[in-house]
């Protein structure tokens, strides 16, 4: 299986939370691929910014101690969000939907909105 955390999912992961029920932290440990994408990166960087959030430690050090793969944002994922339905405004959250659709990866989530999305998931 080939997975990609929404930016909720991973910091879940990487704070150890309960957030995270047991069947989705096996399934994230077992899976083939585990994604972070470049999007979850830059919309971390501007709540850290703002003071909305806050980190212990880099997000890109984090990424990688978990042994996930960065998932850089490509031009086929940047033209499939300018053709998604507007079902979802957050960009990050189109980004991501639009990335799985590309790398036919299984979308890890929380956001209910992302059901009305031709894109598999995996609620949290």
Known sequence: MRLLLDTHAFLWWQEDSGKLGADVRRAIARAETVWVSAASAWEVAIKVGLGKLKLPGAFADAVEQSQFTALPIGFEHAALVGRLPRL?????????IAQAIVEGATLVTHDEQFGAYAVPLLMV
């Open 88 to 96: 979802h405004g957050d960009p990050f959250d189109r980004m991501l």
